[in-house]
């Protein structure tokens, strides 16, 4: 073998051995642990490389034959229908969820009760009030839309495997899913979310739950929840207009519930912020806009009986990577208390935490709110 020959024998053998490596690294990223906010038989990859497509479609075509199994062993055992579809390494955050009922309250507000897969048992079960799913709308005639839409958990039924969803219309992706009708398979991303902290709630305790507008949804589910766990629950709930007011007998079914509208012509006439010094409880929990909630912590300001409020939030990725969501909090105060904390450095007190990721529940006092 002359020299050049040698040489030329020797960069190839590199190359290959390069190649190889860069294939096994792309195999390597496919395995997603249970930590993972995606699931990648949902991803789209726009890998510039023939190897990581290749390992890509192959990852995908091993996910979906996993999933049509498991299915299939479903469908075959009626007697193990509520079974729970767990994996030992994954979890699945993605899926497609079937419309199963639509109400329309007026044209800008409806509630759509939605069907979820039994892949997706392992995350719904682990879902706290609070919670909520990233949808992306349906594509209309005229335009699909990009990005997802928070919604939400207004009630979640895991016997059922059903999800209520209470949405008020407020741009192109909300108006989408007003248009879907029964049958409709939208796809469902279910972020890692921390919800109300429940677990702090004791039985017998005087749980107040305080919500205005859409804000109203989530604490459904969280009033249904706390009855179960022996709390006694007072609902104040407000709402603009008397056409928007929803789940008066839901409430009525866990506990006492007070309404209020702007409007006057349904229960108390003003705003929910008037009417909190007249109840005496020993936790208070909301969930509405940002002026609300911005009221609730002047009223509140110095009390040591803990607070919680859940944010609506604008949200791209939903998972904490784009950090689209942030929200000034102070570091000073204690989550689950309250309670300030000794702190020498004004500017160190101020953090930012991802409403998607590290909520969307906080602590009220711990929210610093932006100037007028």
Not at 86 to 95: D, E, F, I
Not at 351 to 366: A, I, K, M, T
């Given at each position: 073998?002359?020299?050049?020959?040698?040489?030329?024998?020797?960069?190839?053998?590199?190359?290959?051995?390069?190649?190889?490596?860069?294939?096994?690294?792309?195999?390597?990223?496919?395995?997603?642990?249970?930590?993972?906010?995606?699931?990648?038989?949902?991803?789209?990859?726009?890998?510039?490389?023939?190897?990581?497509?290749?390992?890509?479609?192959?990852?995908?075509?091993?996910?979906?034959?996993?999933?049509?199994?498991?299915?299939?062993?479903?469908?075959?055992?009626?007697?193990?229908?509520?079974?729970?579809?767990?994996?030992?390494?994954?979890?699945?955050?993605?899926?497609?969820?079937?419309?199963?009922?639509?109400?329309?309250?007026?044209?800008?507000?409806?509630?759509?009760?939605?069907?979820?897969?039994?892949?997706?048992?392992?995350?719904?079960?682990?879902?706290?009030?609070?919670?909520?799913?990233?949808?992306?709308?349906?594509?209309?005639?005229?335009?699909?839309?990009?990005?997802?839409?928070?919604?939400?958990?207004?009630?979640?039924?895991?016997?059922?495997?059903?999800?209520?969803?209470?949405?008020?219309?407020?741009?192109?992706?909300?108006?989408?899913?007003?248009?879907?009708?029964?049958?409709?398979?939208?796809?469902?991303?279910?972020?890692?979310?921390?919800?109300?902290?429940?677990?702090?709630?004791?039985?017998?305790?005087?749980?107040?739950?305080?919500?205005?507008?859409?804000?109203?949804?989530?604490?459904?589910?969280?009033?249904?929840?706390?009855?179960?766990?022996?709390?006694?629950?007072?609902?104040?709930?407000?709402?603009?207009?008397?056409?928007?007011?929803?789940?008066?007998?839901?409430?009525?079914?866990?506990?006492?519930?007070?309404?209020?509208?702007?409007?006057?012509?349904?229960?108390?006439?003003?705003?929910?912020?008037?009417?909190?010094?007249?109840?005496?409880?020993?936790?208070?929990?909301?969930?509405?806009?940002?002026?609300?909630?911005?009221?609730?912590?002047?009223?509140?300001?110095?009390?040591?009986?803990?607070?919680?409020?859940?944010?609506?939030?604008?949200?791209?990725?939903?998972?904490?990577?784009?950090?689209?969501?942030?929200?000034?909090?102070?570091?000073?105060?204690?989550?689950?208390?309250?309670?300030?904390?000794?702190s020498t450095d004004d500017a160190a007190r101020i953090?930012?935490?991802?409403?998607?990721?590290?909520?969307?529940?906080?602590?009220?006092?711990?929210?610093?709110?932006?100037?007028?």
């Open positions: 073998m002359s020299k050049e020959e040698w040489v030329a024998s020797r960069d190839t053998s590199r190359e290959m051995s390069q190649e190889s490596s860069f294939e096994t690294s792309c195999e390597s990223s496919l395995e997603i642990s249970h930590e993972s906010p995606f699931e990648i038989s949902h991803e789209t990859s726009h890998a510039t490389t023939h190897e990581l497509s290749d390992a890509t479609t192959h990852e995908r075509s091993r996910e979906t034959t996993r999933e049509r199994s498991h299915e299939r062993s479903h469908e075959q055992s009626p007697a193990s229908s509520r079974k729970r579809s767990q994996s030992p390494t994954r979890v699945r955050r993605q899926g497609m969820f079937r419309v199963l009922e639509k109400r329309l309250y007026h044209e800008q507000l409806f509630a759509l009760t939605l069907t979820y897969p039994p892949s997706m048992d392992a995350i719904m079960d682990a879902l706290q009030p609070g919670a909520f799913v990233h949808i992306l709308p349906s594509p209309s005639e005229s335009r699909q839309l990009f990005l997802r839409r928070p919604l939400s958990i207004a009630g979640l039924d895991r016997e059922k495997r059903t999800v209520l969803l209470i949405v008020r219309v407020v741009g192109q992706g909300t108006e989408q899913l007003r248009e879907v009708q029964p049958g409709t398979v939208l796809d469902v991303y279910v972020p890692y979310t921390h919800g109300f902290p429940i677990h702090n709630v004791k039985n017998g305790a005087r749980a107040l739950l305080v919500g205005g507008g859409v804000g109203v949804a989530p604490l459904l589910w969280l009033a249904e929840t706390l009855h179960a766990q022996g709390a006694r629950v007072t609902a104040l709930i407000g709402f603009r207009e008397s056409r928007d007011v929803f789940g008066l007998r839901t409430f009525e079914q866990w506990g006492d519930v007070h309404l209020v509208t702007e409007d006057g012509l349904s229960g108390k006439p003003g705003r929910v912020t008037e009417y909190v010094r007249d109840f005496s409880y020993d936790v208070l929990l909301s969930c509405g806009p940002e002026p609300m909630l911005k009221a609730l912590a002047h009223i509140t300001a110095g009390d040591s009986r803990p607070h919680y409020a859940s944010l609506e939030a604008r949200m791209a990725c939903a998972s904490g990577v784009c950090r689209a969501c942030v929200v000034a909090v102070r570091s000073d105060v204690h989550a689950d208390t309250g309670h300030h904390m000794v953090q930012h935490r991802r409403v998607c990721h590290d909520g969307p529940v906080f602590s009220l006092s711990e929210l610093v709110w932006r100037a007028p």
